[in-house]
């Protein structure tokens, strides 16, 4: 199974509103509300920022959220600060009962 | 607190096995479903395998099926991956990642992850 599809690259300036797409199809993204988004900076484990498609775990910022239309779903990070220059993962669970990753997306905070 | 701990990584050369180990505590081990991820250093992550809390079901990426076998201990609150037939390409940090009570999102808590080299 192919991996959902992110751009390689997003930036913004400080203050500044982001989004962030994760495309898939009617067999993952589509097709459940089991959305997922992962921020992780260099060296550093993973850190889930929205489950479900919108649901923020405890601790997240509100700055954080997310959203689905059709096979495509969105992350939106709204007054970008420096510390959330990271890389930032959409995953799916799957018509297979299996998850499935995007390929990642490198936040540039400038 | 919450603390999820790999272990078992290292240099295995192809066709070879290792069992990687993630010891957990701070939270009730048989309520969870729990996950495997990798990621090549540099690279993007990858979904590797799922169970769930009393061990009856699993799932597997198509890339690890019939080699890989994840399983775990409640009373020892560990999860475990068996690899067999190790490839170059499942060189990798492999993080184990805790799911929520269903299986269908996961990553409420992460290990620091343990590096599998195959390699001769």
């Known amino acids: 199974q192919s991996a959902l599809t992110q751009p390689a690259s997003v930036s913004g300036s400080p203050g500044q509103s982001i989004t962030i797409s994760c495309t898939g199809t009617?067999?993952?993204?589509?097709?459940?509300?089991?959305v997922s988004w992962y921020q992780q900076h260099p060296g550093k484990a993973p850190k889930l920022m929205i489950y479900?498609?919108?649901n923020r775990p405890s601790g997240v910022s509100n700055r954080f959220s997310g959203s689905k239309s059709g096979n495509m779903a969105s992350l939106t990070i709204s007054g970008l600060q420096a510390e959330d220059e990271a890389d930032y993962y959409c995953?799916?669970?799957?018509?297979?009962?299996?998850?499935?990753f995007g390929g990642g997306t490198k936040l540039t905070v400038l | 607190e919450v603390q999820l701990v790999e272990s078992g990584g290292g240099l295995v050369q192809p066709g070879g096995s290792l069992r990687l180990s993630c010891a957990v505590s701070?939270?009730?081990?048989?309520?969870?479903?729990m996950h495997w991820v990798r990621q090549v250093p540099g690279k993007g992550l990858v979904w590797v395998s799922r169970?769930?809390?009393?061990?009856?079901?699993?799932s597997y990426a198509d890339s690890v099926k019939g080699r890989f076998t994840i399983s775990r201990d409640n009373a020892k609150n560990t999860l475990y991956l068996q690899m067999n037939s190790l490839r170059a390409e499942d060189t990798a940090v492999y993080y184990c990642?805790?799911?929520?009570?269903?299986?269908?999102?996961?990553?409420?808590?992460w290990g620091q992850g343990t590096l599998v080299t195959v390699s001769s």
């Open positions: 990642a805790r799911g929520g009570s269903s299986g269908y999102s996961f990553g409420f808590y």
């Open positions: 701070g939270f009730t081990f048989s309520t969870y479903w």
């Open positions: 169970i769930n809390g009393d061990g009856s079901s699993t």
């Open positions: 009617s067999s993952d993204v589509g097709g459940y509300n089991y």
């Open positions: 479900d498609v919108s």
């Open positions: 995953s799916s669970y799957t018509s297979n009962t299996t998850l499935l």
